[in-house]
């Protein structure tokens, strides 16, 4: 097998290397070029010109004092300008002297010209007794709170089942649509559910509950016989 016959069997292969050897010639050629460059200039065989020298760093001229022309710039100030006076702070207003103030005189001592007390004379008529206040009634009791609304539930019964033991769990499932409440699974006898029913005994067709006031509902068996119980 001539080697065209065997790149021909393995094109892929043929492929590859050529494809990478495309690669690596490009890059030989990049690499080339910058390494090629001056300054990051380009590859020209013409030289560059001359950059300007703005600044000339061995002249010593910016350490001598400026020279000022002989012609007089009139719009320069000549001399420093004079910060104007603070003006002179107001005298303190006089304060005239106060009289003297005159002590008031004292009076003698009143004598108490107020009546003795006498007892009251026979037949003459009793002083009458100031009245009592009435005491404030009592305040009133608070309302009573109202009854909560009748909660509903709704009962469906499916049987019951034995588990290790010999115990017997109905399967029992009860909803309360208003608050999203579920109760679901096995329960035993006297299992209270949602804190509104209670389990009191079951059979293979029938369950009874008691709920409010020790009222009892009877629900058979079967989600045709689903029964909706009214809570107080």
Same mark, same amino acid.
Do not use: C
């Given at each position: ?5 065997? =790149?021909? @069997? ?26 090629? =460059? ?47 006076? @603070? ?40 002083? @009458? ?32 089942? @034995? ?70």
């Amino acid at each position: 097998m001539n080697i065209l016959e065997k =790149m021909k @069997a393995e094109w892929e292969r043929t492929l590859l290397l050529g494809v990478f050897l495309v690669i690596g010639i490009g890059a030989g050629l990049i690499a080339y070029r910058l390494f090629t =460059m001056e300054d990051g200039g380009v590859s020209s065989k013409e030289k560059r010109p001359t950059s300007p020298r703005y600044f000339d760093v061995t002249s010593y001229s910016y350490l001598e004092p400026a020279k000022l022309p002989d012609v007089m710039n009139p719009l320069a100030f000549t001399h420093s300008l004079r910060r104007r006076p @603070a003006p002179p702070k107001p005298p303190p207003p006089k304060t005239e002297p106060k009289p003297d103030q005159k002590q008031p005189q004292q009076k003698p001592p009143v004598a108490n010209t107020k009546p003795t007390p006498q007892p009251p004379k026979p037949g003459a008529e009793k002083p @009458a007794t100031p009245k009592v206040a009435d005491k404030p009634p009592p305040p009133k009791p608070p309302p009573p709170k109202p009854k909560p609304p009748p909660r509903k539930l709704k009962v469906m019964y499916s049987g019951y089942s @034995a588990v290790e033991g010999g115990t017997r769990k109905a399967w029992l499932r009860v909803v309360e649509e208003k608050g999203n409440k579920r109760a679901s699974g096995r329960f035993e006898v006297g299992a209270q559910l949602l804190d509104a029913v209670k389990i009191e005994s079951f059979d293979a067709d029938k369950i009874v509950l008691i709920h409010s006031g020790g009222k009892k509902a009877t629900i058979h068996k079967g989600k045709k016989n689903e029964q909706e119980i009214t809570i107080q």
